[in-house]
């Protein structure tokens, strides 16, 4: 079975950077693709990003011109930098690998999740 661990969370001040790793165990990403979420209290579970294994990556509105994701495939890892971080960017974040190579597939696997806080 696939697992997904996440790390790199903390509290930063707004417009700091934090770059969030997660390690898959059990397979890997292989050829699917993955993508970040995040979720606020309060609020639904929102995609971040997204990154094919050929490398094609989305974001979000609110993320765009400030997130990066990526990946490495052979250390299993996807990260996602962080920069210019706002308050409204506090949220638990997870990674998932996706059912399918395309970056619209749903997810099948999830980490549990590493706390992004952000102080004005």
């Known amino acids: 079975q696939v697992q997904l661990v996440e790390s790199g969370g903390g509290l930063v001040q707004a417009g700091g950077s934090l770059r969030l790793s997660c390690t898959a165990s059990g397979g890997g990403f292989g050829m699917n693709a993955a993508a970040w979420y995040r979720q606020a209290p309060g609020k639904q579970r929102e995609r971040v990003a997204s990154v094919t294994n050929g490398n094609t990556t989305n974001y979000a509105d609110a993320v765009k011109g400030r997130f990066t994701i990526s990946r490495d495939n052979a250390i299993n890892t996807v990260f996602l930098q962080m920069n210019a971080l706002k308050p409204e960017d506090t949220a638990v974040y997870y990674c998932?690998?996706?059912?399918?190579?395309?970056?619209?597939?749903?997810?099948?696997?999830w980490g549990r999740g590493t706390q992004v806080t952000v102080s004005s």
């Open positions: 998932a690998r996706l059912q399918r190579y395309h970056p619209l597939s749903a997810p099948d696997y």
